[in-house]
């Protein structure tokens, strides 16, 4: 698993035991193990390993978005008891109740409550299946997962691929518009030359983006091809002693040369 930081902000073992003892809970050895080695942060773009939090749900009560029947895992008054210990970027919840021994699994897009189970599994490959499950089999290699850790350092720039060179006559890789028959510019040309020229640690392309990772940085570029024109820089404030910090002008300095700016 690829780490897009090295600065961590793990949880001791302590802590989540005080947290069980106060709460009368079983957190999930694999889960205690991952916050030990990684603490928070997001998988693959897609879910987050958070700290137990008992207060995420109770707002939930109010409404009744799940099913609580004889097949429910829990009750509505129930749901006020649960911690949150995951969530997808899409508002699924993944919690943990004092009377259940499963894991439960709280969808944002339908109203029925799940067990889920980790058993001997380590914590990544239970959130492979919970990923599968939300969004489809993915084609992922092993090396291609990684992991982006919360530790407040990250910065961001939002940066737009210029009109002239959005459209041009008839660029490499470009496509044809339909409508118009200007041959619109392939952001994915422009990637390919950053990864020649920058030398990412990690490529990970798709048809709607590519993620090129930055270890120099702690960071990744993110080249949205489905809008065509969008480039995002996730990147950590360097120290100036650590010498690194030449990197990112660099890399901007690319950006502005192909008219990303």
């Not at 958070?50 to 707002?59: K, N, T, V």
């Not at 995951?86 to 067990?115: K, N, Y």
């Not at 990923?131 to 090396?143: F, V």
């Not at 910065?155 to 890789?173: R, V």
Request: aromatic letters at 12%; hydrophobic letters at 35%; proline letters at 4%.
């Amino acid at each position: 698993m690829y780490l897009v930081s090295n600065h961590l902000q793990t949880v001791t073992r302590q802590q989540l035991q005080l947290l069980e003892q106060e709460w009368s809970i079983s957190l999930p050895p694999s889960y205690i193990q991952f916050l030990e080695q990684y603490g928070q942060g997001t998988y693959c773009g897609l879910l987050n390993v958070e700290y137990p939090d008992h207060e995420r749900l109770q707002e939930f009560a109010e409404y009744e978005l799940w099913e609580h029947d004889e097949q429910s895992p829990i009750t509505r008054e129930q749901l006020t008891e649960c911690i949150v210990i995951a969530t997808t970027i899409d508002g699924d919840f993944v919690a943990v109740h004092p009377g259940v021994e499963s894991l439960i699994w709280l969808p944002r897009h339908s109203e029925i409550i799940e067990r889920r189970s980790c058993g001997e599994q380590s914590w990544v490959e239970c959130m492979e299946q919970w990923i599968e499950a939300a969004y489809g089999p993915r084609d992922l290699a092993e090396t291609e997962r990684y992991f982006e850790p919360w530790n407040n350092r990250q910065q961001h720039l939002f940066l737009m691929l210029g009109t002239q060179k959005a459209i041009s006559d008839g660029p490499s890789g470009g496509t044809e518009d339909a409508e118009s028959g200007s041959a619109v510019n392939n952001l994915a040309d422009i990637a390919r030359q950053c990864a020649a020229v920058m030398k990412p640690d990690l490529i990970i392309d798709n048809a709607y983006s590519g993620l090129h990772f930055f270890r120099q940085f702690n960071g990744y570029v993110r080249f949205n091809y489905a809008y065509g024109r969008e480039v995002a820089v996730f990147y950590e404030k360097e120290e100036p002693q650590e010498g690194n910090g030449s990197f990112l002008v660099r890399l901007l300095q690319f950006m502005r040369e192909h008219d990303i700016q």
